[in-house]
């Protein structure tokens, strides 16, 4: 039962989480916007229409961490943001000293191509990824999902689930680009990470 806990802040980190976050009693609320959540569905379906209706809830402080968010929320519902500025986490993922060991992984065969996303996210557009890779010779494809384990897609060599910081990194190392296909994102770090990695980066976000 949610009313038997008094907490000093309750954030919610999607639209259909507000709801929930109301439920609790808490000193403070925020809403973590993550991105433009409306462009999940189709426009004027009841999810768009209720996604749109939380950003004027007045019960909640905004967060988000694009400033691109930030713009939106004041242009279209007035509302000012705390911008929390995203970033890498370089106790995991700072590669610096493996430039010998980056060079050398560069001149091995095959070509090691990486995807992540969960493919039961329409938006991570999985699909896209998968097909492109499906037309290259000569690479060898890993992909990575924290979405429930499922079988491995056609086309792919290895495939992992939600894995650990520490096999994240190893993952980046291991392999010579991160294919990113996703239709919409805000401030997403996998393609950061890769690129702390110094790994190359085929980003197709639309």
């Given amino acids: 039962d949610p009313q038997r806990y008094q907490s000093d802040v ?118 896209e990824a998968l097909e492109i890779v499906r037309g290259l010779s000569g690479v060898e494809v890993f992909m990575v999902s924290n979405g429930e384990r499922t079988e491995k897609p056609h086309g792919v060599n290895r495939f992992f689930h939600q894995v650990t910081f520490s096999e994240m990194q190893g993952l980046y190392r291991r392999c010579d680009l991160l294919l990113k296909t996703s239709k919409l994102e805000s401030f997403y770090l996998p393609p950061l990470e890769m690129m702390e990695g110094m790994s190359r980066l085929a980003d197709a976000y639309g």
Avoid at 18 to 24: F, I, P, S, T, V
Avoid at 60 to 78: G, H, P, R
Avoid at 79 to 85: A, C, D, I, P
């Fill in 10 to 127: 309750v954030i919610a980190t999607m639209w259909n989480t507000c709801e929930e976050a109301l439920k609790y009693q808490a000193k403070k609320r925020f809403y973590f916007v993550q991105g433009f959540e409306p462009e999940f569905y189709l426009k004027g379906s009841q999810n768009h229409q209720a996604a749109l209706r939380t950003y004027g809830d007045q019960r909640f402080e905004l967060i988000t961490v694009a400033s691109c968010v930030q713009e939106w929320l004041k242009k279209d519902f007035s509302r000012e943001s705390t911008l929390v500025l995203n970033g890498v986490d370089e106790t995991w993922f700072s590669f610096s000293a493996d430039r010998k060991q980056r060079s050398l992984r560069s001149l091995k065969k095959p070509f090691r191509i990486l995807i992540e996303g969960n493919p039961q996210s329409p938006w991570k557009n999985i699909a």
